[in-house]
């Protein structure tokens, strides 16, 4: 992050509902490593979107089990 401000990511389904809030908190800026646990999905195709500050990504992911 280059600088403070809220960031929010966001897990989402092939259909697009939304799967999960993974992050929604205000982060200082620097480096970050996120994880999270998968085993309540099935394998498939997800999308995230990362969200700091006005900057917006959208990602897809695919989940193999």
Avoid: H
Avoid at 33 to 61: D, E, H, P, V, W
């Amino acid at each position: 992050l280059p600088s403070d401000g809220k960031v929010s990511i966001v897990l989402y389904d092939i259909s697009g509902k939304l799967v999960e809030n993974l992050i929604n908190e205000i982060q200082t800026a620097g480096y970050y490593k996120f994880s999270f646990n998968s085993s309540n999905l099935s394998s498939g195709i997800y999308f995230y979107r990362i969200s700091a500050g006005n900057i917006t990504a959208t990602k897809k992911m695919t989940l193999i089990k």
